[in-house]
Nanobody, 121 residues
Framework: QVQLVESGGGLVQPGGSLRLSCAAS????????MGWFRQAPGKEREFVAT???????SYADSVKGRFTISRDYAKNTVFLQMNSLKAEDTAVYYC???????????????WGQGTQVTVSA
């Protein structure tokens, strides 16, 4: 089982930036992809971004051009650089890892505890 620990959340003004980190440990061998998801109050958890083992990335339309996912393979850490933040980006952000690919999508089965991001003036 992979252990994931997120950090870097906080309070930021609209238009500001934050960088989230996710440190992975434990059984990281065989990981196919890492991802970021978020859940706002009263809403379902939604996809934000993923990065595959080979470095391929994908983003939700709502964050494309503002967020960047990256990975430090040596440190088993994934980052989410968030720029031009908006109030609607306020949510708990979760890191997840995938070791399975089925029905044309990655299956994320290990999750971190989440880190709060609040965008407010």
């Amino acid at each position: 089982q992979v252990q994931l620990v997120e950090s870097g959340g906080g309070l930021v003004q609209p238009g500001g930036s934050l960088r989230l980190s996710c440190a992975a440990s434990g059984g990281t061998g065989g990981t196919l992809a890492m991802g970021w998801f978020r859940q706002a109050p009263g809403k379902e958890r939604e996809f934000v971004a993923t990065i595959t083992w080979s470095g391929g990335t994908s983003y939700a339309d709502s964050v494309k051009g503002r967020f960047t996912i990256s990975r430090d393979y040596a440190k088993n850490t994934v980052f989410l650089q968030m720029n031009s933040l908006k109030a609607e980006d306020t949510a708990v952000y979760y890191c997840a890892s995938s070791k399975r690919f089925a029905r044309q999508e990655y299956i994320f089965d290990s999750w971190g505890q989440g880190t709060q991001v609040t965008v407010s003036a």
